[in-house]
């Protein structure tokens, strides 16, 4: 296409503009920091014998639940720059579902937490 000036003019589905790169490099900036500080996490706990215990399970569980959102919000992020759902109706439903479960997990681990910190506080 091109326009008055003679140069050439993408379609509106190639336009990118400069909101849209914002968006890739937060996301990407994001979506690295929580695989890698979840990670890590992990890699410390599973290896850290010390940490073999009911409060280190919990933090696995929680850093395991994070990186399943972490996955979660790339593959929502991808949603919103295509502006479709690329998996369809199975993709949305499993991705709602993993969503769910993942959040749910880090809210009970985190009252488990708070229940037994309430204990060795209140019975030594």
Not at 38 to 62: A, C, D, E
Not at 65 to 83: C, K, M, P
Request: hydrophobic share 55%; glycine share 6%; charged share 10%.
């Amino acid at each position: 296409m091109n326009n008055s000036s003679g140069s050439q003019e993408l379609p509106n589905d190639l336009r990118f503009g400069i909101f849209d790169a914002f968006h890739v490099i937060f996301a990407v900036v994001t979506a690295t920091l929580t695989f890698v500080g979840n990670g890590l996490m992990v890699v410390v706990i599973v290896r850290t014998r010390s940490l073999h215990l009911p409060q280190g399970y919990m933090l696995l569980s929680i850093a395991a639940a994070d990186i399943v959102l972490g996955f979660e919000a790339v593959v929502g992020f991808i949603n919103v720059i295509l502006e479709h759902w690329p998996d369809a109706l199975v993709g949305c439903l499993v991705m709602s579902y993993a969503t769910s479960v993942a959040i749910t997990v880090n809210i009970f681990t985190m009252a488990f937490m708070s229940i037994d910190r309430w204990l060795v506080i209140h019975k030594p």
